[in-house]
């Protein structure tokens, strides 16, 4: 069983930066980054391939956020760049536990962390 830690998120202005990071207890394939604000769905944020060599985004983010991983240390990064009030929400971090194409789909990730706060004010 992997676990999933994640860490980075806070309270900043609009136009600010955070960096989330992602600790995985073992070893992962794809790595994603998902959001749930309060009363709506979780969903796609980003996510990265188990060598690092490709990511996919959703469109509201795009040239924004950068995700990345180190594998060494078994860690997923999402570096978000000019934050907006609508980006407040709980960031989950997620693996699969097998390969397989990127995926913006919930059902398709295996392990969840428990998730970090990110509020932007406006």
């Known amino acids: 069983q992997v676990q999933l830690v994640e860490s980075g998120g806070g309270l900043v202005q609009a136009g600010a930066s955070l960096r989330l990071s992602c600790a995985a207890s073992?070893?992962?394939?794809?790595m994603g980054w998902f959001r749930q604000a309060p009363g709506k769905e979780r969903e796609f944020v980003a996510a990265?391939?188990?060598?690092?060599?490709?990511?996919a985004y959703a469109d509201f983010v795009r040239g924004r956020f950068t995700i990345s991983r180190d594998n060494a240390r078994n860690t997923v990064f999402l570096q978000m760049n000019s934050l907006k009030p609508e980006d407040t929400a709980v960031y989950h971090c997620?693996?699969?536990?097998?390969?397989?194409?990127?995926?913006?789909?919930?059902?398709?990730?295996?392990?969840w962390g428990q998730g970090t706060q990110v509020t932007v004010s406006s």
């Open positions: 997620a693996a699969t536990g097998r390969y397989g194409p990127l995926s913006p789909d919930v059902n398709q990730y295996n392990y």
């Open positions: 073992g070893r992962t394939f794809s």
């Open positions: 990265i391939d188990w060598r690092g060599s490709d990511a």
